[in-house]
């Protein structure tokens, strides 16, 4: 009995030693766990982003080897413009901008100016030279046909349709850029939507437009729209010179569906499916026409459409969507 209460007092101090070295491991694990995440989290994240004062703040990529030229599409929103160039010219990826002009009265002088001027001073500031390179591509006739006229001098082949009112952050763009070198016959964008075969009228070859949340529930898709979509700059040409001209003519006339024109062009040149890349959309505008009642019935008048000038329906579904691995936490 009196070894049993001798060894007592040493038992009880081996148990308290015991857990606090089970302690110990603990903290430490869990130290190591924290510091884990952390650079795991530095590891995913070196482009930030953050939306202040109209401003979109990211901590750029290295410099791409190729560059591609921004082509904007605008219609008297001059702050959404200058928003649009303030962010774009501090891409490093960008070798020009290029803005659609299609109103009644060329840009004033002051406007061209404040303009080109930021573009120059933003880019200095992120390490490359813009310098005269953004220039308006100047329209006498109002017409959507405008995007997608041919730009002489252009120096390169990879084009960025964009509208005034959303913005990318650069790290995005460039992944997307990324991803059209991969596949520079097709369209490359982060707007996605399906043409469905329409039985409600019981007749074969008919189609509707399916929207957002069509593309949202079935995971399939058969265009990216050009307000946010890479293309080869060689479908200018054959947009303005080598499509239908009816074509052309019905989308001036409805004043709608040149984004679905240049899907079909696409399509029908290369033979492949567009692809959909994941991004993140910043909205600096108000809704456009798709917010209007009937919009679907009316891009659904364009796909049939443009169906009977091709003599066929040459979009492809697609299901592939575009991650860039380095921001997706789950797989």
Same mark, same amino acid.
């Given at each position: 009995?009196?070894?049993?209460?001798?060894?007592?007092?040493?038992?009880?101090?081996?148990?308290?030693?015991? %857990?606090?070295? $089970?302690?110990?491991?603990?903290? @430490?694990?869990?130290?190591?766990?924290?510091? #884990? /995440?952390?650079? =795991?989290?530095?590891?995913?994240?070196?482009?930030?982003?953050?939306?202040?004062?109209?401003?979109?703040?990211?901590?750029?990529?290295?410099?791409?080897?190729?560059?591609?030229?921004?082509?904007?599409?605008?219609?008297?929103?001059?702050?959404?413009?200058?928003?649009?160039?303030?962010?774009?010219?501090?891409?490093?990826?960008?070798?020009?901008?290029?803005?659609?002009?299609?109103?009644?009265?060329?840009?004033?002088?002051?406007?061209?100016?404040?303009?080109?001027?930021?573009?120059?001073?933003?880019?200095?500031?992120?390490?490359?030279?813009?310098?005269?390179?953004?220039?308006?591509?100047?329209?006498?006739?109002?017409?959507?046909?405008?995007?997608?006229?041919?730009?002489?001098?252009?120096?390169?082949? %990879?084009?960025? $349709?964009?509208?005034?009112?959303? @913005?990318?952050?650069?790290?995005?763009?460039? #992944? /997307?850029?990324? =991803?059209?070198?991969?596949?520079?016959?097709?369209?490359?964008?982060?707007?996605?939507?399906?043409?469905?075969?329409?039985?409600?009228?019981?007749?074969?070859?008919?189609?509707?437009?399916?929207?957002?949340?069509?593309?949202?529930?079935?995971?399939?898709?058969?265009?990216?729209?050009?307000?946010?979509?890479?293309?080869?700059?060689?479908?200018?040409?054959?947009?303005?010179?080598?499509?239908?001209?009816?074509?052309?003519?019905?989308?001036?006339?409805?004043?709608?569906?040149?984004?679905?024109?240049?899907?079909?062009?696409?399509?029908?040149?290369?033979?492949?499916?567009?692809?959909?890349?994941?991004?993140?959309?910043?909205?600096?505008?108000?809704?456009?026409?798709?917010?209007?009642?009937?919009?679907?019935?009316?891009? $659904?008048?364009?796909?049939?459409?443009?169906?009977?000038?091709?003599?066929?329906?040459?979009?492809?579904?697609?299901?592939?969507?575009?991650?860039?691995?380095?921001?997706?936490?789950?797989?």
């Amino acid at each position: 009995m009196r070894g049993s209460s001798s060894r007592r007092p040493e038992t009880q101090r081996l148990r308290q030693w015991t %857990a606090l070295g $089970s302690m110990k491991i603990k903290i @430490i694990l869990l130290f190591c766990c924290i510091g #884990f /995440a952390v650079v =795991v989290f530095a590891a995913r994240a070196p482009n930030l982003v953050v939306w202040t004062a109209g401003r979109l703040m990211v901590e750029p990529f290295s410099l791409p080897r190729k560059r591609y030229a921004i082509l904007i599409n605008t219609w008297k929103r001059y702050d959404l413009l200058k928003q649009s160039i303030f962010h774009y010219s501090t891409c490093l990826g960008v070798e020009s901008i290029h803005i659609v002009w299609s109103e009644p009265e060329p840009p004033s002088e002051s406007l061209v100016t404040f303009l080109r001027q930021r573009a120059k001073e933003n880019s200095r500031r992120h390490g490359r030279e813009l310098e005269d390179e953004l220039r308006f591509e100047i329209n006498e006739e109002d017409s959507l046909n405008n995007r997608f006229k041919e730009i002489k001098g252009l120096k390169t082949e %990879a084009i960025f $349709s964009v509208d005034d009112d959303v @913005i990318f952050p650069c790290s995005t763009v460039e #992944f /997307a850029f990324s =991803v059209w070198q991969s596949a520079p016959e097709t369209m490359v964008g982060f707007v996605p939507r399906m043409h469905w075969p329409d039985h409600s009228e019981g007749e074969m070859g008919r189609f509707r437009y399916g929207g957002w949340w069509s593309v949202w529930w079935s995971g399939t898709y058969s265009m990216v729209l050009s307000k946010a979509a890479f293309f080869h700059s060689k479908y200018l040409a054959i947009y303005s010179n080598n499509m239908p001209a009816s074509i052309r003519d019905y989308v001036s006339k409805n004043r709608n569906c040149e984004d679905i024109a240049m899907s079909f062009l696409v399509a029908n040149v290369s033979g492949t499916p567009p692809i959909w890349v994941k991004g993140k959309i910043f909205e600096i505008g108000s809704s456009g026409i798709s917010s209007l009642g009937g919009h679907n019935e009316r891009r $659904s008048e364009c796909v049939n459409r443009f169906v009977e000038e091709y003599g066929g329906m040459p979009l492809l579904p697609s299901t592939v969507k575009a991650v860039d691995s380095r921001y997706t936490w789950f797989w």
